[in-house]
């Protein structure tokens, strides 16, 4: 399920934290550290499919204690019950995977009431609910749309949202949100298709895992290896080395150990990879500055036999 995209940014980020606190941080701290952001990525994609089911129930709670009023409407007293009769909902429910995940790690929106209320105000107040209730069809792909379209269009969009998932984990944020989140909404694909097991596990496979570590720790072995390579065409362009972000270099020393350590991995799709990721994170001149210095790099590595690929 975490893909590479996720995967170099979160290596990125701990290859920052590391680099930048090496005096006192440990290798096996970091790797501790590690895992336990590939953990928490992991538990945000359950954490939004609870979101769905705390959503429902507080909707139904809703339309409960409309009923009970002093003086209920005809339509307190016989409300369209379609939402929280969602049949995904259902089967969200009823997945032992999920579940149990959800029970082992005590995971519930509840205890952040006026937030769930905010976001259930959200949903309620959208087009797309609205559409919902007035169509005249019923059935199970019509309830997975639903939950598909609120994903992409209401909740992972949602400033709110953001700023409340960045709250509860540093290990939270918006690229977490945005990939997370497309993977719980391939996700509510599968159950629409009937896959047996739609859950997705952590990583796609083995290779993915290792693929992980080893990016991690290789890229703060070869730091200085790295950093010294790229400082000498820094200084080859005539850019002033102290001046240079270091987000910009932790980048680019990350991208180097890629492409050194993964001969699987096509260079410009490496290049590509890393130069985009500096555009999204670092300065305004950073996608042009690491994709001159990069390819300098490469080329040098190249004509001293050192990259084959």
């Known amino acids: 399920m975490i893909n590479r995209v996720l995967i170099r940014i979160k290596v990125v980020q701990l290859v920052y934290s590391y680099i930048m606190n090496r005096e006192s941080k440990t290798m096996p701290a970091a790797k501790k550290e590690l895992k336990q952001s590939f953990d928490k990525s992991y ?44 049949k995904l909902v259902e ?95 391939k996700t509510i694909r599968r159950f629409e298709d009937g896959v047996e097991q739609p859950i997705l596990p952590m990583f796609k496979d083995e290779e993915d895992e290792e693929y992980c570590e080893n990016l991690f720790m290789n890229a703060i072995k070869q730091f200085d290896e790295n950093k010294e390579l790229i400082d000498s065409f820094v200084k080859q362009d005539n850019w002033d080395v102290e001046r240079i972000a270091m987000m910009d270099r932790i980048i680019m020393c990350v991208a180097l150990t890629e492409i050194k350590s993964f001969p699987s991995i096509p260079v410009n799709v490496s290049l590509n990879e890393y130069i985009e990721m500096a555009k999204n994170f670092s300065t305004a001149r950073s996608g042009q500055f690491v994709n001159g210095i990069l390819h300098s790099a490469v080329r040098h590595l190249k004509s001293e036999g050192l990259l084959m690929k």
């Open 43 to 86: 538990e945000l994609y359950f954490s939004l499919f609870k979101l769905i089911i705390d959503l429902t129930d507080l909707q139904a709670l809703r339309l409960d204690e409309a009923k009970h009023k002093f003086l209920p409407t005809e339509e307190d007293l016989n409300p369209n019950t379609r939402f929280i009769d969602n």
């Open 91 to 185: 089967e969200l429910r009823k997945c032992e995977p999920l579940q149990d995940y959800i029970n082992g790690h005590n995971l519930t929106w509840r205890d952040d009431e006026i937030f769930l209320r905010l976001m259930l105000d959200k949903v309620l107040n959208s087009r797309l609910y609205q559409d919902y209730m007035d169509m005249a069809e019923n059935d199970f792909a019509l309830d997975c749309e639903l939950w598909h379209q609120m994903l992409r269009r209401v909740i992972l969009v949602d400033d709110d949202m953001l700023e409340f998932i960045e709250s509860k984990s540093i290990y939270w944020g918006i690229d977490d949100l945005n990939i997370i989140g497309q993977f719980v909404m």
